[in-house]
Each structure stands twice: as structure tokens, then as C-alpha cells.
């Protein structure tokens, strides 16, 4: 196994008596893409504000490139970029101007400046507006120039703390572009936070779930997905009897059956977890069969994060 660029050893968090991080041992490896997923609340930015020196440990230690963030912060901070959900931006100054101040507190000067600025803007597809203030672009323009800014020094580990809250999907696709193309053309390793499972499916090779603080499973999205076994029924019927919601869920291949809330088209929809799709179907047709109960619609769904979320706490990723 590579040496890691990043490793937390019983990371922890106070906020007074609140204990919003607890006890994170993970790693990262170098040039790999990771996810933290979780909830509002599960402790993702408190972690990423340890990572980044801007919050000090309660106790336990992480180190970035073979340096520990509370004894050498300010290296640290030179081989890391930081974007935080919040813009940190001038808003009557250009994309342009933005860049080359941030850059120039970096060190850069000259050419290397110059060059490193336009290759920002063209990572994150800004190029062409490049000139215009701040404040005259949408917010998931502005996000992109946040971006741009955490890049400006080259930093060998990014982190972007959920890029995408509020981003139209336009904006969105550059950001995924820009994780991609980073990670594949400049071997920068980056570790993504984020509460929609997709984007962690689309580009982490592994991810953390996290929940209250704690990290409550850790691997590839397809190894996670995997062990959840079966996949998701979601079956029309004519009414929400809980009977029938209980009668399905003592079925041997279902883990768990609910009607989920009332959706626009007044239909009741039983959501079926299964540990095996096809046999638990066949268990369901031939219990309905049984009973003289009528299916209105039959739809299966391929288990995801979200489902493994949903099955290792009970509760949705967006509750
Ligand atoms: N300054 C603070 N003082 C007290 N509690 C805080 C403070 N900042 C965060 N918390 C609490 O710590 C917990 C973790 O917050 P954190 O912001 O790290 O979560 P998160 O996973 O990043 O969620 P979000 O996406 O909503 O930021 C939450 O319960 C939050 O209310």
C-alpha cells in the first residue's frame, strides 16, 4: 500500500460539551478521489476545518504529506487548496483580478502567474467571463471561480467541502469536470464532501459515511452497495393498509417494507428492501395471489449509497 497523504488517528472534535467529531481514524491515499458522505450535521465540514488548520483537534492527530496540521500548519497550508461551501471572493473585482491576488498571496509572480491563472479558468470553464466583476455571475458561476481560487497554488491535496449545494446543473457538470480532469491530469488527490450520493458514486474511488460524528462504514461505492445484497421494490397498490405492509415484511427475502409519504398522485407506494430482488418478487406475487390483492405497478430499483445509508441508520441521507 502507498504511504498516505493523508491520515487521521482518533480525530476529535468538542464544540463545548458537543461532541461533533468522533474518534475519525481514516487514510487517503495519494491521486485518489474521497468521499465524505453524510447528512447536515454528520460533522463533515468540523472535520474538514481540522484537516485544513482551521480548527485545532480536541485530541487525536491528522497528518497531510507526512506533516502533522496542529505543529505545522503553515506548510500545510501551502500544499493544500481549500474550498470552503461559503464564497471567499471580491465581488467587485474580476475572476481574473480575484485569481492573481490570490495567487500573488501564494507567492506566484510573473509568467507562472499568468499561466497558472488561465489554466484555472479554463479547468473550471470560466474562461470566456473571465473579465467580468463578481458580482454580475450566477452563484454556480461563482462557485467555479471559488474553485479556481482553491487551485491557484497547486496544491497537492484539494478539499471542497459540498461544491455543489445550490448549483445549477450546468454549473454542476463543470464542477464534476474539474474534479476529473484534476485528479486524472495533475494526479491531485481530493477529498469531496457531499450529502448527494450520486456525485460520490460518479467520482470517489471510496467512501466514508458519516453519521453524528462518527464513520460508520468505509469503502469502494460499489463494495458498499454490494453488501447491501438485494435490491429495492417500490409496488403500486390501491390503498396504505398496514397490514399488508406488516404481512410483506415477515416475508424471508425482505428486509424491511413501508409505504412511503403521499406523493402527488395519490397512490399507495410500498417501498420492499430486499436481501435478494427476484425471490423476494416471487414471495410477493405469490402472497398478493394468496390474498386476492391487486398490484396497480411494479418498479425495481438498483440499490445505491443512498440505500446503504438508509440501511445502516434508518434514516434518509436528505431527511
Ligand atoms: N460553532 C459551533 N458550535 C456548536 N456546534 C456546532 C458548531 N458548528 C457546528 N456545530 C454542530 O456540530 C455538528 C457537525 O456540524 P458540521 O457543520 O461539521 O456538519 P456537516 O456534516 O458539515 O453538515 P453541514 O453540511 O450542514 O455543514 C452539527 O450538529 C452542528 O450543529
Redesign the pocket.
Known amino acids: 500500500m502507498p504511504t498516505p497523504i493523508v491520515e487521521t488517528r482518533s480525530l476529535t472534535y468538542r464544540?463545548?460539551d458537543?461532541l461533533?467529531?468522533k474518534d475519525l481514524s481514516f487514510h487517503i491515499e495519494p491521486g485518489e478521489v474521497f468521499g465524505l458522505l453524510?447528512?447536515?450535521?454528520?460533522?463533515?465540514?468540523?472535520?474538514?476545518?481540522m484537516l485544513t488548520c482551521l480548527l485545532p483537534p480536541t485530541s487525536g492527530s491528522a497528518v497531510i504529506a507526512g506533516l502533522d496540521v496542529a505543529r505545522s500548519a503553515a506548510e500545510v497550508k501551502q500544499l493544500i487548496g481549500v474550498v470552503p461551501?461559503d464564497l471567499a471572493l471580491y465581488p467587485t473585482l474580476s475572476a481574473r483580478e480575484n485569481l492573481r491576488f490570490f495567487g500573488e498571496l501564494f507567492g506566484l509572480r510573473g509568467k507562472p502567474l499568468r499561466d497558472r491563472v488561465e489554466s484555472v479558468l479554463e479547468y473550471v470553464g470560466m474562461t470566456e467571463r473571465a473579465n467580468d466583476p463578481i458580482k454580475s455571475y450566477s452563484g454556480g458561476m461563482k462557485r467555479r471561480i471559488n474553485l479556481a481560487v482553491g487551485l491557484i497554488h497547486s496544491p497537492r491535496v484539494l478539499f471542497l467541502?459540498?461544491p455543489t449545494v445550490g448549483v445549477d446543473p450546468q454549473s454542476r457538470n463543470h464542477i464534476f469536470e474539474s474534479v476529473e480532469r484534476l485528479n486524472r491530469e495533475e494526479g491531485m488527490t481530493i477529498l469531496y464532501?457531499t450529502?448527494y450520493m450520486e456525485e460520490a458514486e460518479r467520482l470517489c474511488r471510496r467512501v466514508a459515511i458519516?453519521d453524528r460524528?462518527e464513520i460508520i462504514a468505509l469503502n469502494t461505492p460499489r463494495e458498499l452497495i454490494a453488501m447491501l445484497g438485494g435490491g429495492i421494490l417500490r409496488i403500486g397498490l390501491p390503498q396504505a393498509d398496514p397490514a399488508v405492509a406488516q404481512a410483506v415484511q415477515a416475508l424471508p427475502q425482505v428486509r424491511s417494507a413501508a409505504f412511503e409519504p403521499d406523493g402527488v398522485s395519490h397512490k399507495a407506494v410500498l417501498k420492499v428492501e430486499t436481501r435478494s430482488a427476484n425471490p423476494a418478487l416471487l414471495e410477493i406475487i405469490q402472497l398478493f395471489n394468496q390474498q386476492g390483492l391487486e398490484i396497480l405497478s411494479m418498479e425495481t430499483l438498483e440499490p445505491n449509497l443512498e440505500s446503504v445509508f438508509l440501511h445502516l441508520t434508518g434514516k434518509s441521507l436528505r431527511a
Open positions: 464544540y463545548g458537543f461533533a467529531v453524510g447528512p447536515n450535521g454528520a460533522g463533515k465540514s468540523t472535520t474538514i476545518s461551501q467541502d459540498e464532501t450529502h458519516m460524528g
